[in-house]
């Protein structure tokens, strides 16, 4: 089995900082991408952040220039540095990651969710 485990949510005023944090544990043998989703109510769940092993990123626009997501391959992490929070980057995020396991490719496996809420 795999899991996926984020860390590092919580409240705080706009313009703050958070670093969500997940670590991905189990039967892996590389991981291909991982990345940061977010869902906030009503919404659909959006792309945030994506970066491949070999560190090539991707950004939803909403949060180029104050979301910087980074890959820890030995530790099989993904960390995703949020400055200069706005309310509307309250959501729960999630984790995402591609990767090869003892029994095959996982596409697409989502952690359960930490929930980032920014005050105005």
């Known amino acids: 089995q795999v899991q996926l485990v984020e860390s590092g949510g919580g409240l705080v005023q706009a313009g703050g900082s958070l670093r969500l944090s997940c670590a991905a544990s189990g039967s892996i043998r590389s991981i291909n991408a991982m990345g940061w989703y977010r869902q906030a109510p009503g919404n659909q769940r959006e792309l945030v952040a994506r970066?491949?092993?070999?560190?090539?990123?991707n950004y939803a626009d909403s949060v180029k220039g104050r979301f910087t997501i980074s890959i820890d391959n030995a530790k099989n992490m993904v960390f995703l540095q949020m400055n200069s929070l706005k309310p509307e980057d309250t959501a729960v995020y999630y984790c995402?990651?591609?990767?090869?396991?003892?029994?095959?490719?996982?596409?697409?496996?989502w952690g359960q969710g930490t929930q980032v809420t920014v005050s105005s």
């Open positions: 995402n990651a591609d990767l090869w396991t003892n029994r095959g490719w996982i596409n697409d496996y």
């Open positions: 970066t491949t092993s070999g560190g090539s990123t």
